[in-house]
């Protein structure tokens, strides 16, 4: 049986496509799930753009002969109305949605990205959370989610960096501090400020897969985004798509917010991420 995996995240929807190699194919569509939550209430529109999507994706997976699994995050979990998301998407598609927890989505996090040798510890930053998780030889000890994310940040704090590096300094510090032997970042965030990193003008997961993130190459990219509009930065990095471009900064600033809670010089990119770890977790395929 080939399984496909679709993630429903608090900014984008993923489809993965196998999930046994060490670099999958993954499609995506940014419908930004989270942004505009009022009073935790996701608006309609967002719903029906995200549905759209899990069924677009849906189709394409099984008219190639996948089994599908989809599975929810933050944005839906912690949402009021987050039932109504689940709701469409069953009468679109047939298929339940996996709403996982906090708790989750940091271990399925880890198994996807760090394998079963050394003692790693993993960050993925996503729309609306940020999960921290920590684990030896492929067995996790630590994790933790916090409710803030690129998307949930971007609303709250628009374009004040001081704000935002306030409230992420003492935010982060409900992480545990981890000593590990590798620390690797995940999602989104992490793969398009590699892409900007390396200059790319069409997206190559090869190449992103094994990169550094460095704590100077963040503090660099903030300083040189902090006073660019979302078209600016679009121009500048066409890579990202204007929807990316408008939570980038954000994005980048809780990642050094965090590396440098962990007194780290920086993070190991990874394509692998929460998509195979849910079909580790499942127990589809093993990890490698």
């Not at 990205?113 to 996790?140: F, M, N, P, R, T």
């Amino acid at each position: 049986m080939k399984y496909a995996v679709i993630d429903i995240g608090s900014n984008s929807v993923r489809l993965m496509l196998d999930g046994t190699n060490s670099v999958n194919r993954k499609l995506l569509k940014s419908t930004q799930l989270a942004k505009g939550m009022t009073d935790g209430v996701i608006c309609d529109e967002r719903i029906a753009d995200t549905a759209l999507a899990v069924k677009e994706f849906c189709d394409f997976a099984t008219a190639n002969g996948y089994e599908v699994m989809i599975f929810a995050t933050e944005a839906v979990r912690s949402a009021k109305n987050g039932s109504a998301v689940t709701k469409r998407i069953l009468e679109l598609t047939g298929k339940v949605v996996d709403v996982i927890d906090g708790s989750t989505e940091a271990k399925i996090g880890f198994m996807g990205a760090s394998g079963k040798c050394g003692h790693k510890c993993i960050l993925d930053v996503g729309g609306a959370s940020s999960e921290l998780a920590a684990g030896k030889d492929g067995e996790l000890y630590y994790s933790k989610s916090l409710p803030f994310g690129a998307v949930r940040l971007k609303d709250r704090f628009n374009d004040d960096l001081v704000a935002l590096t306030e409230f992420l300094h003492n935010g982060v510090r409900e992480y545990q501090k981890l000593d590990c032997d590798e620390y690797i970042a995940i999602s989104g965030t992490a793969t398009s400020l590699a892409a900007m990193q390396q200059q790319m003008t069409a997206y190559d997961p090869r190449l992103i897969h094994g990169s550094f993130l460095s704590v100077e190459y963040l503090n660099k990219i903030i300083n040189e985004l902090k006073d660019k509009s979302t078209q600016e930065i679009t121009a500048d990095y066409p890579i990202l798509g204007s929807k990316r471009a408008e939570v980038i900064l954000t994005g980048a600033v809780i990642m050094r917010s965090v590396a440098q809670f962990l007194e780290i010089n920086g993070f190991r990119v990874s394509e692998r991420d929460n998509a195979e770890g849910y079909l580790i977790y499942k127990e589809k395929i093993t990890a490698p």
